[in-house]
C-alpha cells in the first residue's frame, strides 16, 4: 500500500526586487529576471508579476519587478528576501 500525504509546505511570497539583466542575454527581460531569481538555494519557481521600472545601461538592463516567489519549505519573508538579495546582481527594492 502507497502512503501519500497532503501535508504540501510550499509558499509563495511576494516581493519587489531590482535584476540586473544583461544586454543581449537570450530571452525577454521577464524570462532572464526570472530565470536569475529562480538560482537561489530553496527557490521552487519564480513568476513576474508586473514590470514596475527599466533602468537601460551600457552593458546591462536593470529592471525593477513585483514577483511571486516560491519555496519549497515554509519561511519567513525576510529569509526570502536574504535568499534573494544573495545573488548577484539582484536587490531586494521592497
Do not use: K, Y
Amino acid at each position: 500500500m502507497a502512503i501519500t500525504s497532503d501535508n504540501d509546505t510550499r509558499q509563495t511570497t511576494t516581493l519587489v526586487v531590482t535584476v540586473r539583466v544583461p544586454n543581449g542575454a537570450d530571452g525577454d527581460l521577464t524570462t532572464n529576471a526570472e530565470r536569475r531569481l529562480s538560482r537561489a538555494d530553496g527557490i521552487l519557481a519564480v513568476t513576474v508579476e508586473a514590470l514596475q521600472e527599466l533602468q537601460p545601461g551600457l552593458s546591462a538592463t536593470e529592471a525593477t519587478v513585483r514577483v511571486t516567489v516560491e519555496t519549497g519549505e515554509a519561511r519567513t519573508t525576510q529569509s526570502v528576501e536574504d535568499t534573494l538579495a544573495g545573488q548577484t546582481g539582484v536587490e531586494v527594492t521592497d
